[in-house]
């Protein structure tokens, strides 16, 4: 399975924006990157995906580099409630047993 | 949009109990999941299903089984638990473009 590195921790101030990066170099063709967040005591929440293009929804951007071996989740002003783990996960969505491995995620502190 | 229930946010069982982990969703997905999430392990597939009585292991499925018999349910089973199943346990569905919805997850103490 396609793996991906992401920092263990981050920090950013309230009302900046925060740019959570994520390598996937061994990715292919038709792997979507995909966010998730876990919010402290719930379940992880999904976030955004995408497959080459930037991205963009209510939550975030998905900035996805051109070769897609990295992508950048951007939040693009950061509030306390977006303290939380977020997860950067590669799925193929047309693989029948297509299922999400979680890694470390990136613990990200929200600085009031 | 897409709920998933967990029949219960918190359990306390006895060792050597049988303990049913129930998980409901709403959206006529084909694929369900289990996990279990344990401080500095983070989160570690157990089963999952992708259709009614089909389940597959994931990696961690010793001394867990599953049941799948209609496609809204999926059921975790502890055969008999032990003190090292203390967790907190996230179900999962998922259709085939969309994202996972995960439910709030059911934490388990085993005594």
């Known amino acids: 399975d396609a793996k991906t590195t992401q920092p263990n921790s981050m920090e950013s101030n309230e009302e900046e924006p925060v740019h959570l990066p994520c390598n996937h170099s061994?990715?292919?063709?038709?792997?979507?990157i995909h966010w998730y967040r876990q919010l402290p005591s719930q379940g992880p929440e999904y976030v955004i995906h995408?497959?080459?293009s930037n991205v963009n929804n209510r939550m975030a951007s998905l900035a996805i580099a051109e070769d897609r071996k990295s992508s950048t989740l951007i939040l693009h002003r950061a509030t306390l409630r977006d303290a939380a783990v977020y997860y950067c996960?590669?799925?193929?969505?047309?693989?029948?047993?297509?299922?999400?491995?979680f890694g470390k995620g990136t613990r990200l502190h929200i600085l009031p | 949009d897409v709920k998933v229930t967990q029949s219960s946010r918190y359990l306390v069982k006895r060792t050597g109990e049988k303990v049913f982990l129930e998980c409901v969703q709403d959206m006529d997905h084909e694929n369900m999941f289990w996990y279990r999430q344990d401080p500095g392990l983070g989160l570690r597939l157990i089963y999952f299903?992708?259709?009614?009585?089909?389940?597959e292991k994931g990696d961690i499925p010793e001394g867990y089984s599953v049941s799948r018999e209609k496609k809204e349910r999926f059921s975790l089973i502890l055969e008999s638990a032990s003190t090292n199943q203390t967790s907190m346990y996230l179900c999962?569905?998922?259709?085939?473009?969309?994202?996972?919805?995960f439910g709030s997850g059911t934490r388990l103490t085993v005594v």
């Open positions: 299903s992708y259709d009614v009585k089909m389940k």
């Open positions: 995408g497959l080459t």
């Open positions: 996960i590669l799925r193929d969505p047309l693989n029948r047993d297509d299922k999400i491995i």
């Open positions: 061994t990715i292919s063709g038709t792997d979507y």
């Open positions: 999962a569905s998922r259709g085939t473009f969309n994202g996972y919805t």
